[in-house]
């Protein structure tokens, strides 16, 4: 199993509903990712998960808000979003070693309206 | 500092010619050098990667790329485009500062003209 599941593929929310964006991956993967994208730009990292414990935090708005609850999942947790939060948001994993490829998720297109 | 320079944000050729997609990098270390394709509404998938053992890097779907250090470049070809071969393709780095920081290029979209 190569692959990463993410889910919904797709999710409109409102301003003020929180909602969770869930990924899954079977693969022996310590590090798992979430990445943001916006339209014609490359992805933005916002958190870094190494052995289920957060390693990196990009300045990520406290509305947004990673769980790591074991090695193969990993959830973002919506809240209070704004319209320019509207994106595809990945999902992606990767062996602990230099210069493992990571692995991504299909993604999670969100509109908030 | 690392970097990461794709020339061309749109690339555009005829279907059966060949593909060029120019990525250079900047890195005070050894690097570690990837393509990815990402088709419309999609996740990122792997082309090829270079991790050092080879300078000419064969990877999926017929494309290959050289890592020339004396030019700092590792740029991305295919003999022959297919019509299939529209996408995006992102060009990243990753160095010894650690793994789970990949730098992108800003992206080559590339167009197939029948």
Same mark, same amino acid.
């Given at each position: 199993?190569?692959? $990463? ?8 929310? &409102? ?34 998960? =190494? ?8 300045? $990520? ?9 074991? =090695? /193969? ?31 991504? &998720? ?8 | 500092?690392? /970097? ?8 555009? $050729? ?13 890195? =005070? ?22 991790? =050092? ?26 003999? /022959? ?12 780095? $990753? ?20």
């Amino acid at each position: 199993d190569t692959e $990463v599941t993410q889910t919904p593929k797709h999710l409109v929310m &409102g301003m003020t509903n929180k909602k969770s964006l869930k990924c899954e991956q079977h693969m022996g993967h310590r590090a798992m990712y979430w990445y943001k994208q916006k339209a014609k730009k490359p992805p933005e990292l916002m958190f870094v998960y =190494s052995y289920e414990k957060l390693s990196i935090n990009e300045s $990520v708005p406290s509305r947004f808000s990673p769980e790591c609850p074991n =090695s /193969s999942l990993l959830n973002l947790h919506l809240h209070a979003l704004q319209p320019e939060d509207s994106a595809l948001y990945l999902c992606a994993s990767s062996f602990e070693q230099l210069g493992s490829e990571a692995f991504f &998720g299909q993604g999670t297109r969100l509109t908030v309206v | 500092a690392q /970097s990461v320079t794709q020339l061309g944000s749109h690339v555009s $050729v005829s279907e059966g010619a060949l593909v060029l997609l120019r990525c250079n990098y900047s890195s =005070s270390v050894p690097p570690y050098l990837f393509w990815y394709v990402q088709y419309p509404n999609q996740g990122l998938q792997l082309l090829l990667k270079y991790t =050092s053992a080879a300078t000419l890097v064969k990877g999926i779907n017929g494309f290959e790329a050289e890592f020339k250090k004396s030019e700092t470049s590792f740029h991305l070809t295919k003999p /022959s485009a297919h019509m299939s071969d529209a996408a995006e393709y992102f060009c990243v780095l $990753v160095s010894n500062f650690g793994n789970e920081k990949l730098t992108f290029g800003t992206g080559t979209r590339l167009t197939i003209i029948p």
